[in-house]
């Protein structure tokens, strides 16, 4: 899109950040489109950040410009497609987080449980009541026990990272 603009440097200055404003967005994709425009015969390529479709542009070569002109209308159907994608998103990780938080009050709770029977266990290991085959047991039931709490703390905090 080629851009002669005549009229005051602010005019000039206001038109050339206009037209960024309105080429520029964010994307999911790096794609990068360039666009030409020409101030006093200097010749500037304004990338946007999103990609689209100009659907109707207000202003011809030559045309001066006023703030708050409409420049162009871009087509912004994969914008809101981009944002309603990642609210679900959002949703789904406020999901996967309620569920992370029953886990980690299950795993605790077991993990809790096991070492309360260990250390009973070891008493009664102690004064030969129980084998110690039994304690041996216990004890790597406590270890799965700790380590299934740890890995459920570690998701959550994973989880929280995504979200950020």
Same mark, same amino acid.
């Given at each position: 899109m080629l851009i002669d603009i005549g009229g005051p440097m602010i005019k000039r200055l206001?038109?050339?950040?206009?037209?960024?404003?309105?080429?520029t967005g964010c994307s999911k994709e790096?794609?990068?489109?360039?666009?030409?425009?020409?101030?006093d015969g200097i010749s500037l390529q304004?990338?946007?950040?999103?990609?689209?479709?100009?659907?109707?542009?207000?202003?011809e070569t030559g045309h001066e410009v006023s703030p708050r002109d409409t420049l162009a209308i871009l087509d912004t159907t994969e914008l809101i497609l981009n944002r309603d994608e990642i609210k679900a998103g959002l949703k789904e990780l406020d999901v996967r987080m309620a569920v992370l938080k029953t886990n980690i009050r299950r795993?605790?709770?077991d993990m809790e449980y096991v070492r309360e029977k260990y250390q009973r266990l070891k008493e009664l290991v102690k004064t030969q009541a129980m084998p110690q085959q039994k304690l041996d047991?216990?004890?790597? #039931? %406590?270890?799965? !026990?700790?380590?299934?709490?740890?890995?459920?703390?570690?998701?959550? #905090? %994973?989880?929280? !990272?995504?979200?950020?």
């Open positions: 206001f038109l050339f950040f206009g037209l960024i404003f309105i080429l790096k794609k990068e489109n360039v666009y030409t425009g020409i101030l304004v990338p946007a950040l999103t990609g689209g479709k100009i659907l109707k542009l207000f202003v795993t605790k709770s047991d216990l004890s790597n #039931q %406590l270890q799965r !026990a700790e380590s299934a709490y740890q890995t459920a703390v570690q998701n959550r #905090q %994973l989880l929280t !990272a995504k979200k950020e």
